[in-house]
């Protein structure tokens, strides 16, 4: 966590800051990237640098922050949808809004491709929302406890997310259908009919 007196500095220093080490870690690699060149590269003397951060791993941790920070910003809280084919309309657009996101800022994807997401505590709080917005409408089964299927649910993105990350990552473009397919399957009860329609092959896996 980094030092109050980083805190207190005006949020374009802040951002500037941070920009410049998001930029060399995304490109040389989080355990490659020198904090000495990132700090001078900053116009920060090492002497200030360890007022600001205990180091290298403490700065990473404030990038990203900033990052998942970002990310939860394009999310947004997931809001009561209504009705199932509303609920898997949102769920497309917050994927849609992220892989843009992620287009846009390749420092951000190449961030996100080395480290778990999992464990964010805002990350958490979305998929939580949208997993009880899922049950109420039908969308989601009730067969499985709730923790386990919070659990499963958030693996299953994990690892779409480490697919699609890597595909992006090598400038290769997806077919989102099986990630939906797998969704699908995940949450539908085998003995209810199946509520809604899940996003086909043209609209984007989903990604938070």
């Not at 941070?18 to 355990?31: Q, S």
């Not at 089964?141 to 890597?166: N, S």
């Amino acid at each position: 966590m980094p030092s109050p007196r980083f805190s207190r500095l005006p949020a374009e220093r802040r951002s500037k800051i941070l920009a410049v080490a998001r930029e060399h870690l995304a490109r040389d690699g989080i355990e490659a990237a020198s904090y000495n060149r990132i700090i001078a590269n900053a116009e920060i003397s090492k002497t200030t640098a360890y007022m600001y951060f205990d180091g290298k791993r403490d700065l990473v941790a404030e990038v990203m922050r900033d990052v998942y920070a970002r990310l939860g910003d394009v999310m947004g809280p997931w809001r009561a949808a209504g009705a199932p084919d509303l609920f898997w309309e949102q769920l497309a657009a917050t994927s849609a809004a992220l892989r843009h996101h992620l287009l846009a800022h390749p420092d951000d994807l190449a961030l996100l491709a080395q480290l778990e997401v999992a464990g964010v505590s805002e990350l958490d709080a979305w998929f939580g929302q949208m997993l009880d917005d899922g049950i109420a409408l039908g969308v989601i089964r009730t067969d499985v406890d709730r923790p386990l299927l919070l659990a499963a649910t958030v693996a299953l993105f994990r690892a779409i997310d480490e697919w699609e990350l890597a595909a992006l990552s090598r400038g290769e473009s997806i077919d989102p259908a099986p990630a939906w397919r797998l969704l699908r399957g995940l949450w539908a009860s085998p003995s209810s009919s199946r509520a809604g329609a899940a996003p086909g092959s043209g609209a984007e896996s989903p990604s938070p």
